[in-house]
């Protein structure tokens, strides 16, 4: 079994005092064997939100792997937006933002959803999905395929944001190359359940860190990854921002190709109807 932490929507530059602290502390309790960041690691891209966004990265135990949001694009600077989105996330975090890492029992494929043309809805450009789905089906073929990025590939008729550009189309080449398990962000709520007719599993991460957080707790995932099951634990900030703690959980498995929620591991009848 394999432990992968997902966090997302970092939104530094907007962050309650002592909760950053408070997220590296449990996700080092944790030990999980990857951590992923789904984007918007910073609120306005600006030098000194991605300095902190840094720091924080370096502060997580084991290796970690993010992709790029809406957010960090710059806003305030067309120009820049336009010919060199991803300077400083290159500059502060990691050259590519459509990272690959694997380790035993799991492949995780790293897309850059966001867009230098649109500042909230996401895109996946053809360039963008030709090296996501060429990564995706790369030998060897072991363990589980998990594809990370900003956007969800599948929302709900009333979630409030623009669907990501031809998402059903995205997500059914995806899925055919080869993923598995989505890992995103951006609604800053949180959500688990089967897409595309159960062909893949959407997890989706609230907001980790910002002072914006829709209703919810700030949160963060922990996954444990097993052949053929994937079991989910919400963490979530408790009062007063002291810590996070374990709030419930699901899991699911693959029958006859498509995922399945099941009971036991982690299951929990509160996540499962919020699923």
Not at 185 to 203: D, E, F, K
Request: aromatic share 4%; hydrophobic share 40%; with cysteine.
């Amino acid at each position: 079994m394999l432990r992968l932490a997902h966090l997302s929507d970092l939104h530094f530059g907007r962050v309650p005092p002592k909760v950053a602290d408070r997220l590296v502390e449990a996700v080092t309790r944790l030990a999980p064997d990857l951590t992923v960041i789904t984007g918007d690691m910073t609120q306005r891209s600006r030098s000194s939100q991605w300095r902190m966004a840094r720091d924080f990265v370096e502060r997580l135990p084991g290796p970690v792997i993010c992709v790029p949001g809406n957010h960090d694009a710059p806003l305030e600077n067309v120009a820049r937006r336009l010919v060199s989105p991803w300077r400083r996330y290159r500059r502060y975090i990691a050259l590519d933002v459509a990272p690959t890492t694997r380790m035993k029992g799991v492949r995780v494929v790293g897309a850059n959803s966001a867009s230098r043309v649109e500042w909230q809805r996401g895109r996946l450009d053809p360039g963008d999905m030709a090296r996501a789905c060429k990564a995706l089906a790369e030998p060897p073929r072991e363990g589980l395929t998990v594809l990370a990025l900003h956007h969800p590939l599948e929302q709900l008729p009333d979630d409030p944001k623009a669907p990501l550009r031809d998402a059903e189309d995205h997500a059914r080449r995806l899925a055919e190359a080869g993923a598995e398990l989505v890992l995103c962000g951006h609604m800053h709520t949180w959500r688990a359940m089967p897409i595309l007719g159960g062909r893949m599993l959407q997890v989706q991460a609230g907001t980790s860190l910002s002072l914006r957080t829709r209703g919810e707790e700030n949160d963060f995932n922990l996954l444990t990854l097993s052949k053929g099951r994937v079991e989910i634990e919400r963490h979530a900030v408790g009062e007063g921002g002291e810590d996070f703690l374990r709030l419930a959980g699901v899991a699911f498995a693959k029958r006859e190709g498509l995922w399945v929620e099941v009971d036991g591991g982690v299951a929990a009848p509160a996540l499962a109807e919020e699923a």
